[in-house]
């Protein structure tokens, strides 16, 4: 009994201490339906108890690996053509089977919230895409979000690779899905996404450490918050700042605003869509509510019905029929809303909508959707509504510093949703971000060719194809020349194209002036996928729009000269090519008047006998970016004056 006991005391310790007989472990990326890289040696790898001998059986082979010290260990597979299913075994102190296994292209999208956007989120224009969806040999795996920024981290946590079958297809990346969809469409090889984005997220958090070695002030943040002491401190700092904020009236009556046997007074008309400062009410950050009694036919009840409120600003809560129906708790997401089976009942429906807005305009965005439909039934939602305010906001005190945001900080993404997939042998990348980066511009430049030095480092690919997106347009028109932050982001854009191996998509023509998520991701997914023919599998095609390449001046005139003008140059609407100013040498620019000829643009303006420079489109959100070649793909933005 008591020699028993010592082996279970024995075990116990083991157990504890952490040697106990590990097993095979896989990362979360390495399972069943994966798709893995064709032609070329792939990576597999895993853990195990250190000098643990690992026998993988693929395709009637057999490959071995042994554990390091570590309990690290991987072996490469070798280059297979496109095809499948195959299957693979595992086999140590334990056994692992992966099944499903297919070769073809697996292409990494990463970037913010326009990479992140989901076709759900846009299952209105691409409802026929999301219906007809049936493309097993597309695979998307979705990189959790998660931060880290302490080291490089090993593992990810629990994902899979999903099919674009059904309604598997609706959490795909839209711009991911439609670039995948095109290449499918043209090789009909198995194409695999892998998505690792995160709304709001500056470049720099997706960057190494070394790879910011040369930014002395990054490099500085990044120690700073290797102390866990102090990034705790600010993050409880955040957490327990709380302004002083009155209580919200249509919440603490007796009577709740948004219940059905509430008696309305003192309500005003007010129009959705629309801000309420532009509808007599004067610079209020507070809590406005919102109500409206609607007829609804039978033929809209018993099932479940979809609300669109096109884009509140800021946060806001749904009630139907006294019940909270969803919400938002910020401004940018476009708000799809269902009803579910039972809330809606013939006749009169009351809709209650409390919004709530601390800075700026409030509201709702003009220009989206807003309606309710159910079966083939639909309800127009814009018109006269009542209102009434619940609260307003004191004004703001000055924090002692801005919020600490995990996701903002440099290396916390790439610690935790890059640094485990660097040996997953990839095709390419494809990058979608910028926005987070609006407010220090002048920085991108260099920014943007360091992560992709450090990533083709880090995958040890030194000439992996990356493919930008190229900001679209975003925010009001100005119809006079101006300066512009978005510009300066698209032009360092439109320069990294001197790194090597690099393509830019240019989306300037796909934008929305009041959503910094645009409704229209197919096309730039398509677009990518032009470029990534012409890039990485070496396509005679025209994958780009016009590029500006040099300039000359000839009296009163300019002289604009581009490359990628394929057929010729034209316009889309067939008028002279638009927002183009011209300047002197003391860069006071006007509007200029335009010519094509040829693969060249003729640029003046009787106001500029001297003329020095020339813009185009060079605006957070041009007016009238109307240029292409022939092939249908807009020139990007420049400016001649940099």
């Known amino acids: 009994m008591k020699k028993r006991f010592a082996i279970i005391l024995f075990y116990a310790v083991l157990v504890s201490s952490g040697k106990t007989l590990a097993q095979i472990k896989l990362p979360a990326i390495v399972r069943d339906s994966m798709i893995l890289q064709r032609d070329v040696p792939v990576n597999i790898w895993g853990w195990a108890s250190p000098g643990e001998k690992i026998s993988i059986t693929f395709n009637k082979k057999k490959f071995t690996a042994r554990a390091d010290k570590n309990g690290r260990w991987k072996t490469i597979l070798p280059a297979t053509k496109a095809g499948g299913p195959y299957t693979l075994e595992l086999s140590g102190k334990n056994k692992i089977t992966l099944h499903n296994v297919l070769f073809g292209d697996v292409w990494f999208c990463s970037g913010q919230s326009n990479m992140v956007h989901q076709l759900q989120i846009h299952d209105v224009r691409y409802a026929k895409e999301i219906a007809e969806a049936n493309y097993p040999h597309i695979r998307q795996f979705w990189v959790p979000n998660t931060t880290n920024l302490q080291a490089p981290q090993e593992g990810l946590p629990f994902s899979s690779w999903q099919a674009a079958i059904g309604e598997n297809v609706r959490p795909f990346s839209a711009v991911a899905y439609f670039f995948a969809r095109k290449l499918y469409n043209e090789f009909h090889i198995p194409i695999g996404i892998i998505n690792a984005s995160v709304g709001g997220s500056p ?361 990628n003008t394929g057929s010729g140059l034209v316009t889309s609407d067939n008028e002279a090519p638009g927002d183009f100013a011209i300047a002197g040498a003391d860069k006071k620019f006007v509007w200029a008047n335009t010519i094509i000829e040829g693969d060249k643009i003729i640029v003046s303006s009787n106001k500029i006998k001297k003329p020095v420079y020339v813009r185009y489109a060079w605006a957070d959100n041009p007016v009238h970016p109307n240029l292409y070649n022939e092939e249908g793909l807009p020139a990007s933005p420049f400016r001649t004056d940099h």
């Open 203 to 563: 470049i720099e958090a997706w960057t190494s450490e070394e790879g910011l070695k040369d930014f002395p002030g990054t490099a500085a943040v990044i120690q700073k918050n290797k102390d866990t002491a102090w990034v705790n401190s600010v993050t409880e700092r955040d957490g327990n700042y709380q302004p002083a904020i009155p209580e919200d009236l249509g919440k603490t009556g007796a009577v709740k605003w948004y219940e059905v046997n509430y008696k309305p007074t003192g309500w005003r008309n007010i129009n959705i869509p629309g801000y309420w400062e532009n509808q007599g009410i004067k610079d209020l950050d507070g809590v406005v509510w919102y109500r409206k009694e609607i007829d609804i036919p039978a033929s809209m009840t018993g099932k479940n019905a979809r609300l669109y409120l096109g884009r509140i600003v800021d946060a806001d809560e749904l009630y139907v029929n006294g019940l909270l129906t969803g919400n938002t708790t910020y401004q940018y997401p476009q708000r799809r809303y269902t009803i579910l089976q039972g809330i809606l009942k013939p006749g009169k429906n009351l809709f209650v909508i409390r919004v709530s807005n601390t800075a700026g305009e409030g509201g709702f965005v003009p220009d989206k959707p807003y309606f309710l439909f159910a079966g083939n039934d639909t309800i127009d939602l814009k018109g006269t509504w009542q209102y009434k305010v619940g609260e307003v906001f004191p004004a703001m005190e000055a924090k002692p510093e801005p919020p600490f945001r995990l996701q903002y900080q440099p290396t916390a993404l790439y610690n935790a949703m890059i640094a485990p997939l660097c040996n997953y042998t990839i095709k390419g990348f494809c990058w979608y971000q910028g926005e987070g980066n609006i407010h220090a511009a002048e920085a991108y430049p260099k920014l943007l060719p360091a992560l992709i030095s450090d990533w083709r480092k880090q995958w040890q690919q030194p000439a992996l194809p990356f493919l930008i997106v190229q900001l679209p347009g975003f925010g009001d028109y100005n119809y006079t020349p101006s300066e512009s932050n978005w510009a300066v982001l698209r032009e360092a854009q439109l320069k990294t194209l001197s790194v090597a191996n690099t393509a830019l998509t240019v989306a300037i023509d796909l934008g929305e002036w009041n959503d910094i998520h645009p409704d229209n991701k197919k096309d730039v997914g398509e677009r990518l996928a032009v470029a990534a023919l012409k890039l990485a599998y070496n396509k005679n095609i025209v994958a780009s729009g016009p590029l500006f390449t040099s300039s000359a001046i000839e009296g009163d005139k300019i002289f604009i000269h581009f490359t």
